[in-house]
């Protein structure tokens, strides 16, 4: 099993940033593929970003791509996620996920239901 727990959400105005952090225990990180999902009031959750264990193989929603950035460290059991010019449409709660099967060649998970641990989330809110 793996804990995770994030951190950095707030409110912010559009077109600023917010940095998010992830941080892991319980397993070695390192060997997890993880990502960020994230789900708005009323919606489904959603995905973000993934990134496999050695950070090698990123994937993003076109939704997010050149806006915001995925980087894990895991000599420290950290994943973040920086975002830049945000969006109204960017507010959710946002979701740290760690996969216990290995993403597939040249793909990453982008269901949720392929993630099999979660952190408790943490709200990001951009006011316009």
């Known amino acids: 099993q793996v804990q995770l727990v994030e951190s950095g959400g707030g409110l912010v105005q559009a077109g600023g940033s917010l940095r998010l952090s992830c941080a892991a225990s319980?397993?070695?990180?390192?060997?997890?593929?993880m990502g960020w999902l994230r789900q708005a009031p009323g919606k489904d959750r959603d995905f973000v970003v993934a990134i496999s264990c050695s950070g090698g193989r990123i994937g993003y929603a076109d939704s997010v791509k050149g806006r915001f950035t995925i980087s894990r460290d895991n000599a420290q059991n950290m994943m973040y996620l920086q975002m830049i010019s945000l969006k109204r449409e960017d507010t959710a709660v946002y979701y740290c996920a760690a996969a216990l099967g290995t993403f597939p060649p040249g793909s990453y998970y982008t269901d949720r239901h392929q993630y099999d641990n979660w952190g408790q989330g943490t709200q990001v809110t951009v006011s316009s």
């Open positions: 319980g397993r070695i990180v390192s060997g997890l593929d």
